[in-house]
């Protein structure tokens, strides 16, 4: 019996730890899409030569990936949501503003 409650125990840290670490990718997340949009505003300015669509690939692969988990609690699928919602309007932004500089980039 003891044997059972040690393996649910560990089960139970592991579940908090597997938490934690989705937390820890949603803040980055959320950290990245916040720097993206400095990039963009940047490039739109003229500082930059170019788009930072790189930077703009490696977020939507990171978003595809927390998409695909299942392991989400409410609180984490309601952020994170929130966060594709964001990050979904200012690229139909991006993409408006490419096209009126004429670009074709995205």
């Known amino acids: ?23 820890r990718q949603i803040m980055r997340i959320e950290d990245d899409i916040r720097k993206l949009k400095i990039d963009f505003d940047i490039y739109f300015n003229g500082a930059a030569k170019r788009p930072p669509l790189e930077a703009r690939a490696r977020l939507e692969s990171a978003l595809k990936r927390i998409a695909d988990d299942r392991n989400l609690t409410y609180a984490q699928r309601y952020h994170f949501n929130a966060l594709i919602s964001r990050f979904n309007s200012y690229r139909e932004l991006w993409r408006r503003n490419l096209r009126k500089k004429g670009e074709e980039l995205i």
């Open 1 to 23: 019996m003891a044997n059972l409650g040690n393996k649910l125990y560990r089960q139970a840290e592991t579940k908090k730890e597997d938490a934690a670490d989705i937390d």
